[in-house]
């Protein structure tokens, strides 16, 4: 009985379920986390890059456009990588639309949520690269965020151990006692499986690479987009250990999953930016881009009207003086 008692000690249990219900409407736990994760990633942001001279508001301007195409970026990659999970026999493909029930790939999101970045940056005339920096830490912190919502849907998850820190598995059924990993509950909390939590080891990894970033930004005052080069290039590195350690059904190339190969790519892209970019110096001013300091921003309003009151005055003056030029008795003629 001990040796038992010990035996579910030494494990990591799995929430009972990952949904749950306000009358008829769901709250799911993932879907939360998601939205937990952005706006950290914007609250981070915001203050970093008021700090490198950008204006307050901006970072929330710029996620209007980057969140919603994030979003769908994630998704139509995940469907793409996962295709087998929505479309062939007996498979629905509707379910492809279902984004509350998990499935983002980050490689998705990070593509076309620069895209919606860019669009954003060039409406207000912000250089991209600089934006990228300062939203780095907060981009990789929601990501491990979000991987908490991978925990409460009982899923990324690796292969069978014994190590202290593996994760119970459980059967999960609905009311009408069908099994549903994802909408189901738990009844039997005996695990059906113990697993490497590999969501857990991405979640650590991220705030390591969290941690590590703001660090070189400081000491090396990094810019042109060297600090997302650089999470970029941490993230991968450590997703490229991960991915071979889950067992989740996936593509495969070679007998490969597919993602093994997208992260090494994309390391290898990230890591040569981060030394071209070098040559361009250190961290740019986003208020000297502009031309004009970042604590004058707010003035600058005010200036026009504080000169055209000015201009008037001098005017007035002007005028009064040449008024009591052509009166005075000294420069009247005699008739």
Known sequence: MLNGLNAVLATIPSP???????????????????????IVAIWWGERRWVERGGIKGEVTDIAVWAVPFGLVGGRLYH????????FGPGKNPLAALEIWNGGLGIWGAIALGAVGAWIGCRRK???????????APG??????????????????????????WGLEIYRRVTPEGREDALAGVAIDHTPIQVVH???LYELLWNLGVAALIVWADRRFRLGHGRTFALYVAGYTAGRFWIELMRTDEATLIFGTRVNVFVSGLVFLGAVAYFVIARSRGEREDVAALRG?????????AAEPAEEADVVEDKDDAEKKNSTESVN????????
Do not use: H
């Open 139 to 164: 981009i990789v912190v929601a990501q491990a965020i979000g991987r908490l919502g991978n925990y409460f849907n009982q899923e990324l998850y690796g292969g069978d151990t014994t190590l202290p």
């Open 125 to 135: 005339g912000i250089p991209l690269p600089a934006m990228a920096d300062a939203l």
């Open 292 to 300: 004009t300091p970042a604590e004058d921003v707010e003035d600058t």
């Open 79 to 86: 469907v793409i990588t996962d295709n087998q999970k929505y």
């Open 328 to 335: 005075s008795p000294e420069t009247v003629k005699p008739e």
């Open 16 to 38: 009972d379920r990952g949904v749950w219900y306000l009358g008829p409407l769901p709250i799911r736990a993932y879907a939360l986390c998601i939205i937990a994760g952005i």
């Open 197 to 199: 939590p590999t969501f």
